[in-house]
């Protein structure tokens, strides 16, 4: 099995220019096609998972297909950074996964504290904190 991974190219932008517009139900059928030309596409893994979990049309979320999507992206060759990981956990808590969510804060919470990312540090502290919270109810 080939280990490459897929990089943005110009193509790859025309999804993420279709969500800047709110235009989602284009981007998420642009990311899927992108997904099914190039399957190790990080950025579209990682980005659809993300317009799934958070998309202002609450008719596009998909919570289940972003996580499939996200872990997916996280178990290719590469490391997960600590963003990939966040995006992770943020799906993982959109289908009350709010355990695993925070066990995967906790990793990316490591990798940016690690890389001296404090504002993303500082995010993920924020994202732990409501995971706890979420799952003490």
Not at 89 to 104: E, I, P, R, S, Y
Request: hydrophobic share 40%; proline share 4%.
């Amino acid at each position: 099995a080939p280990t490459e991974i897929y990089t943005l190219s110009l193509p790859d932008a025309l999804p993420i220019s279709l969500a800047r517009r709110g235009e989602f139900a284009g981007a998420i059928e642009n990311y899927r096609k992108a997904i099914e030309i190039h399957g190790r596409n990080r950025p579209a893994l990682l980005d659809l998972a993300h317009l799934l979990t958070t998309c202002e049309s609450e008719e596009l979320r998909n919570a289940e297909e972003a996580v499939r999507l996200a872990t997916r992206a996280c178990e290719l060759p590469v490391e997960p950074t600590a963003d990939d990981l966040r995006i992770l956990a943020a799906a993982q808590a959109g289908v009350n996964q709010l355990d695993m969510a925070a066990a995967t804060v906790r990793k990316a919470l490591t990798l940016a504290e690690e890389t001296g990312d404090g504002e993303l540090a500082d995010r993920l502290r924020h994202q732990l904190e409501l995971y706890r919270k979420g799952a003490e109810k």
